[in-house]
């Protein structure tokens, strides 16, 4: 049985772009990160901090626990070397686990392969030890094993998220075109709002924006919307532990005294969603949505906040079309409206960006799924 307490070498993954933020929240929860990179962040940490990180990180994909550097050469390697370690202290026979593989090896032509093996050598060793074996499947739903592969170096993880960190479970009703929950939190770090200034998301949509920027001002963590994660499959995982930390996460909601945060959309329908996603997330009463176009948007007056645009950006031929008069709008809107505020648009065409007519003071890369983006600030 492992000891959660037992601190080791952490990954904490994150999608492309987000490492800045997501070392700012790592750093916050007083962490100290030993090597960022693009796409994660290495750190010592034991399990039980595991369990803090999965439920605190908002930027985050997964956070990742090392059982064992080791040495690859071909194929024919990953069975023996991955029977020889020690499951049973990780693992009860009982458990139902999956593997995920990141390779890439020449004498690998299909990372499943590799799934495979790292399976079969698992259940051979409980098999032969208590003479059963443990379920295996491709749902996250129990322990997942995670190996990274690169050339001759291998990296032999207990992922101990499970699913995803980037969806932060409250949204029901996606709606059209969500911005995914964890880019959201990311921009909204980006844009440095200091969380108790008027924070104006005009065109919210699905309203993911507005929640999350309501859910940071008052201290309210993703932990909070979900009750599953892959670290309760591990050997040694204490239920206790677990709750004592949910327990210290709900005891730091707090309130923001005069906390304006605006959200509109000229879709009730999209309104509608929006109250939907920020009453699961128990945030509907801190936001006040309007149904509206953009340039009726309520913008309080000599206040020092953030206007947050995320507009649609026609990102397949020839979804341009009237577009280029709507990015001219939001330029005038913010000219003219939002004196004093500072203002972003979250876009992935530079070419109806040209349209809005402001100079930009600052160009943050992100990526949206695949779609390379900036968020321009005014």
């Known amino acids: 049985m492992i000891d959660f307490d037992l601190k080791g070498k952490v990954t904490v993954t994150c999608k492309d772009r987000f490492a800045p933020y997501l070392e700012q929240e790592l750093l916050a929860m007083g962490f100290k990160p030993k090597a960022v990179f693009r796409t994660h962040i290495d750190l010592y940490a034991s399990l039980n901090d595991c369990i803090d990180l999965n439920l605190h990180l908002r930027t985050a994909s997964h956070v990742l626990y090392e059982i064992k550097s080791l040495y690859l050469h071909k194929a024919d390697d990953v069975y023996r070397r991955i029977k020889a370690l020690p499951w049973e202290d990780y693992l009860d026979k009982e458990t139902y686990f999956s593997v995920v593989s990141h390779v890439d090896n020449e004498t690998v032509d299909n990372p499943l392969f590799v799934n495979v093996r790292v399976k079969d050598a698992i ?74 200034s008027p924070f104006i998301n005009p065109m919210c949509g699905a309203g993911t924006l507005a929640i999350e920027a309501a859910l940071m001002a008052t201290g309210r963590y993703p932990g909070l919307f979900r009750d599953h994660y892959a670290f309760m499959h591990i050997q040694g995982y204490e239920e206790a532990v677990y709750q004592k930390i949910r327990e210290k996460m709900a005891n730091k909601i707090r309130e923001v005294p005069g906390l304006k945060i605006i959200a509109s959309d000229i879709s009730e329908q999209a309104v509608l969603f929006a109250k939907e996603n920020a009453g699961i997330a128990g945030v509907e009463d801190l936001i006040d949505f309007e149904v509206c176009d953009f340039e009726e948007t309520t913008v309080p007056e000599n206040e020092n906040g953030v206007v947050f645009f995320n507009p649609e950006y026609g990102e397949r031929l020839g979804e341009e079309g009237g577009l280029g008069e709507t990015y001219k709008r939001m330029g005038d809107f913010m000219k003219q409206k939002c004196a004093g505020y500072a203002g972003y648009i979250f876009t992935g065409n530079m070419v109806l960006a040209k349209k809005v007519g402001l100079r930009t003071s600052r160009r943050i890369e992100f990526y949206n799924g695949t779609i390379d983006c900036r968020l321009l600030k005014y």
Do not use: C
């Open 123 to 196: 259940v051979d060793r409980f098999r032969e030890i208590f003479g059963s074996r443990p379920d295996t499947g491709a749902s996250k739903d129990g322990a997942v094993i995670q190996l990274f592969w690169k050339d001759q170096q291998a990296s032999l993880y207990l992922n101990t998220s499970g699913e995803t960190l980037a969806k932060h479970g409250y949204r029901k009703i996606p709606g059209h075109a969500p911005m995914l929950e964890a880019l959201a939190s990311a921009t909204v770090l980006a844009s440095e709002w200091d969380g108790k």
